[in-house]
């Protein structure tokens, strides 16, 4: 299975804190993307990483790659209670344009 | 900004009976998806679909589902005879490149 898995599955921090989530996946990807979907409503795009970039930033957002260790992270810097939201990593395996979706973690700011 | 657009944000059907979920894509987007998700778990593909015709299907998209581009705007995914299982909220995507626009979802009920 190509599919990304993200951990940790939930996770509960304080506004101010950073977040970090990481993904591992498990064969060769053209690009691995970050999403955000907010309870009951459809996806977002946050952030596309390409298999030759190992890093890029967006705004408060620090997304890594590490294609030798089939694995990424994003970090939140600076979190704030309206970033509570589930992200999902998703990866297009290389020759193929599906994305596959891991199950996401669960993160929670409070304020 | 343009946005993926779904209807009924909510259906409830009898077990056996078809339903039709309905999205209205991005305009000049290429490319268009069904995903699906069921409670609390991972973003499942369906099916994608370019130019007029499906260029990718998963396990999940039997012979009970189907997908239509009936008039240039619409794109419709189709389950024939719905079971159970297929309770879950379905998401249509569109994109020109890579990162995809979800639309809200419609969240199928069967019973």
């Known amino acids: 299975s190509q599919q990304g898995e993200e951990d940790p599955q939930a996770l509960s921090i304080q506004e101010g804190e950073n977040a970090t989530m990481n993904c591992s996946y498990k064969?060769?990807?053209?690009?691995l993307q970050w999403y955000r979907q907010n309870s009951g409503r459809g996806l977002v795009h946050l952030i596309l990483?390409?298999?030759?970039?190992r890093e890029k930033h967006s705004g408060r957002l620090r997304v890594t790659l590490d294609t030798s260790k089939k694995s990424s992270s994003l970090l939140i810097t600076a979190s704030r209670a309206a970033d509570t939201a589930s992200y999902f990593c998703?990866?297009?395996?290389?020759?193929?344009?599906?994305?596959?979706f891991g199950k996401g973690t669960m993160l929670l700011v409070s304020p | 900004e343009p946005e993926v657009t779904q209807t009924p944000s909510h259906q409830v059907t009898q077990m056996g009976q078809e339903v039709i979920l309905r999205c209205v894509p991005i305009?000049?987007?290429?490319?268009f998806y069904w995903y699906r998700q069921i409670l609390g778990q991972k973003v499942e593909f369906l099916v994608s679909?370019?130019?007029?015709?499906?260029?990718?299907k998963s396990e999940i998209f039997d012979d009970q589902f189907s997908v239509e581009r009936p008039d240039g705007s619409n794109f419709t995914l189709k389950i024939r005879s719905t079971k159970l299982e297929d309770s879950a909220m379905y998401f249509c995507?569109?994109?020109?490149?890579?990162?995809?626009?979800f639309g809200n979802g419609t969240r199928l009920t069967v019973t």
């Open positions: 995507a569109s994109s020109l490149a890579s990162s995809l626009h």
């Open positions: 064969t060769s990807i053209n690009n």
């Open positions: 990483i390409r298999s030759n970039e």
């Open positions: 998703a990866t297009d395996a290389a020759g193929y344009s599906t994305l596959t």
């Open positions: 305009s000049n987007h290429l490319y």
């Open positions: 679909f370019y130019n007029n015709e499906i260029s990718e």
